[in-house]
């Protein structure tokens, strides 16, 4: 079973009145020939494993390999717990465990790729903080990541979920996508709510160049997914409001794959481009390069 657009994805679940999360988890049982019970298992081991990385990026940060992030996380959670913040009390509670996973992965730790380890802190942010904020058991938020999954399957078919092909809006762009449509079910909206929060996502960082400083996925990885959390809970509340994107999702998602082929070699994951291109990142290459050099 595969599905090659969002619309033939709804429709499905509409079809039947399920969840996107059911449809999905079916599609990985049969096309990994397990059952629903194993596929069930397996999506809540990778879930644990998200959300252990958060926790330890929050609680004991460490510096990245290249030294550039480290502590941004906790930073922002210490501020969010003694301030009234400007963006609110979720939005920064997911950004910072965002943060906190793309410093775990930026200094080697464990974390799951979801759908790259350059945007790794997307969904564990967003979902960590619905699971605390909205009381839900871990294979709830497990059924989150299968509807996730779902719209990154199509999102890879259609267009790109790699920085290297179509730009950062094809790892961080996808994450958040994704993060926005699980976010949506998990809130008890519709499969069709779903497929907006994906589009508004995809709509708003369509372009959205891979340009990492030092070739390194630090700067200015961390802070996209930190910005990929955020788009993804606004975009998801935009589509439980009842708001429509006026492009259907599927052609977001074609747009966003000729975007990212239209993009120069320079601005896909070279670091000759963007931000690296830039004199400190230029300046932080060099100094990294003597670094291993000297080393
Ligand atoms: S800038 Fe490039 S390497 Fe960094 S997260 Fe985005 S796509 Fe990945």
């Not at 994805?9 to 988890?25: F, G, H, N, P, Q």
């Amino acid at each position: 079973m595969c599905f090659y657009s969002v619309k033939e994805l709804i429709e499905e679940a509409e079809k039947r009145a399920v969840a996107i999360s059911t449809v999905a988890k079916e599609m990985e049982a049969e096309n990994q020939e397990v059952s629903l019970a194993e596929i069930e298992q397996r999506m809540l081991k990778q879930w644990l494993v998200m959300k252990e990385a958060a926790k330890a990026g929050l609680k004991e940060p460490k510096k990245s390999m290249g030294g550039l992030i480290g502590g941004e996380g906790k930073l922002l959670e210490e501020y969010r717990l003694k301030n009234r913040t400007l963006a609110g009390h979720m939005i920064n509670k997911a950004v910072s465990r965002a943060l906190a996973v793309a410093e775990v992965n930026a200094s080697m730790g464990k974390i799951v790729a979801a759908p790259t380890a350059g945007s790794c802190g997307i969904l564990p942010g967003v979902l960590l903080t619905v699971q605390e904020e909205l009381c839900l058991s871990d294979e709830k938020i497990a059924d989150g990541l299968f509807t996730a999954s779902a719209f990154g399957i199509i999102i890879a078919q259609k267009a790109s979920i790699s920085g290297a092909e179509g730009g950062c809006q094809a790892e961080c762009g996808a994450a958040g996508a994704m993060a926005g449509a699980a976010l949506v079910e998990l809130a008890g909206g519709t499969p069709s709510q779903a497929g907006e929060a994906c589009a508004f996502v995809l709509k708003n960082i369509l372009g959205l160049v891979c340009d990492p400083v030092a070739g390194l996925v630090e700067v200015p990885c961390a802070k996209r997914n930190a910005m990929g959390a955020a788009l993804a809970l606004v975009a998801a509340d935009m589509a439980l409001a009842g708001i429509k994107s006026v492009i259907p999702v599927d052609e977001v998602i074609e747009a966003m794959g000729e975007v990212g082929c239209a993009l120069p070699e320079s601005l896909r994951e070279t670091a000759k481009g963007g931000l690296a291109a830039t004199a400190t990142g230029r300046m932080l290459a060099k100094r990294f390069l003597f670094q291993g050099e000297t080393s």
